[in-house]
């Protein structure tokens, strides 16, 4: 079935260092691709998405570009803050079981410190 | 606009009482969800409805229940907790024309 792999967290970086998340897809068609992300205490929020192939989802400095050739969707920022401390995760529709709800990678923990 | 909302944001049960999680939107959403978020696991679908009077079941729907009397109401039951139950849960919506889901800010059951 669909899935979604995520690396392991935690990542651990100083303020204005250079992110990168990997995500890695297995899935039925080219499917829309999401980040959301997660602050402590609070629910999920969509940080950016992309829709078809060779599409960037882009918003608050990250960036993700959808790539089938590698079936892949990196998340990145050039310069991280402290206030991107939270947990992100990759995710993709189910389209296999028609359910029209979302897989999700397993969250990779972000810690900034100053 | 309030979004979606989840009552209440944290409870505490003893093995086999019951409960029931409230999930509102007042977007209008067609569809709702309902997950569940353990460490190192993401998010798991529990239940979800695509419209009023219509609910299916997720991956993980043992020991869950769930009701849609009303397009903006999403109710999650347990009918006899068990600790396994122990989770942080979300409540999502999606309009149906996109994938997009929004997300209410959980609620935190422990079963003791």
């Known amino acids: 079935g669909d899935s979604v792999t995520q690396m392991e967290g935690p990542v651990t970086l100083s303020e204005e260092a250079f992110l990168t998340i990997n995500c890695t897809y297995t899935?039925?068609?080219?499917?829309?691709l999401f980040w959301y992300v997660q602050y402590p205490g609070e629910g999920l929020q969509l940080l950016l998405k992309?829709?078809?192939?060779?599409d960037k989802g882009s918003n608050k400095g990250f960036e993700a570009t959808y790539r089938k050739e590698t079936t892949s969707f990196h998340l990145e920022k050039g310069s991280v803050q402290v206030s991107d401390s939270a947990v992100y995760f990759c995710a993709l529709p189910q389209v296999d079981t028609g359910r029209r709800a979302l897989t999700f990678g397993s969250g990779t923990r972000l810690q900034v410190q100053p | 606009n309030a979004g979606v909302t989840q009552t209440p944001k944290f409870r505490v049960l003893k093995t086999g009482q019951s409960m029931t999680l409230l999930c509102a939107q007042d977007m209008n959403h067609e569809y709702m969800y309902w997950y569940r978020q353990d460490p190192g696991m993401g998010l798991r679908l529990i239940h979800y409805?695509?419209?009023?009077?219509?609910?299916a079941k997720g991956e993980v729907p043992d020991g869950y229940n769930v009701s849609r009397l009303k397009k903006q109401n999403f109710l999650l039951g347990l009918e006899s907790a068990a600790p396994s139950q122990t989770s942080v849960y979300f409540c999502?919506?999606?309009?149906?024309?996109?994938?997009?889901?929004?997300f209410g800010p959980g609620t935190r059951l422990t079963v003791l």
């Open positions: 992309a829709t078809k192939a060779d």
């Open positions: 999502a919506t999606s309009s149906g024309s996109t994938d997009t889901q929004y």
């Open positions: 409805s695509v419209g009023e009077g219509t609910t």
């Open positions: 899935a039925t068609g080219y499917p829309s």
